[in-house]
């Protein structure tokens, strides 16, 4: 079971023996209980920690009487009642309005019924509904295969494989058992990133978009030990990867007036760069996989922009530019 899940669970539990007036627990005895009802054996700081976070987070005040058991002073508390503050609540409406990014999937509408039931009758309790539009963040225009969204964020939550028929552009469609690890979007497309049980036994992308189907599978869950979600990108732009592949040391010249836009950001989280004297110069290091992601991000910078490495690269872009300028004779 997932660590978070498992101690909303604890504490749930724990909630309702600490709300309970005709039996008090003490802490051992509370551990006892959440033993037998989640059949775990955490530990008794397992359970301290949990009497932490009920009282910071909650702002719970738990007494204890002479035979050390727990109770809560007030006999109408309850995390579940937990009240919100204005500053929540703007939170909370804030949160609804970039979750709109979703609105074409069904987990936005369960999304907002949660908001509905938190602020008892309102998702929007602040900003007016006509004003929700001071908020816009991209959107997708594409509806394909976002309705996978939930079952492949449900499935990694809950570490269950799944069953897909995936099919690529002209090819036939395919049935996999795939291990789900994360879902990331770039530029508007969705992938899932996830272990294929049967044909490559590998940690790889799969398009939504390209998605038909998706069940529950009976496999076990398989972990990949060598996948690291900050680590499977490191030398991709944009969605492309192949740990077969090795990486080009990319060098870069900029001019204005995309200098201080590439300072500001970067093409990559590990790039480096640096100004000439004249500030008129911006060279800039990356070491990425040569894709076509790449390729197209060079190209969007026109003449601003030179490649000084790899000379391959170098080559690529000048022959797309010499294209372009036949097409226009």
Known sequence: MPVVKEARLREKIINELLRNRNRKYTAEEIRNKVNRDLDTDVSISTIYMDLKHIREEYGAVIAK???SQLFYEDEAFSIEKAPLDDEDKKLLDMATTIFRIFSSSPIFGKFENTINKILTGSAISK???????????EQNNSVVGVEYIEPILDAILEQNAIE????KAGQE???KVISPYVLK?????WYMIGFDHVKTSQTKNYALDKILSVKASKDPYYV?????????????????QNHKDKPQKIKLAFKDPYINHVMNYPLSPFQTHSLSKDKKTLTVNLELYESYEIVSEILKYGASVKVLAPASLAKKIKGIAEEIVKSYK
Do not use: L, W
């Open 127 to 137: 900003i007016e509904r006509n004003r929700m539009d001071c908020i816009q963040p």
């Open 224 to 240: 990949d030990d060598s996948f690291e979600a900050s680590q499977f990108f490191k030398y991709s732009y944009g969605i492309y």
């Open 185 to 189: 979007q770039v530029d508007q497309h």
């Open 164 to 167: 897909i028929e995936y099919q």
């Open 173 to 175: 469609i395919e049935t």
């Open 65 to 67: 009487n002479e035979r």
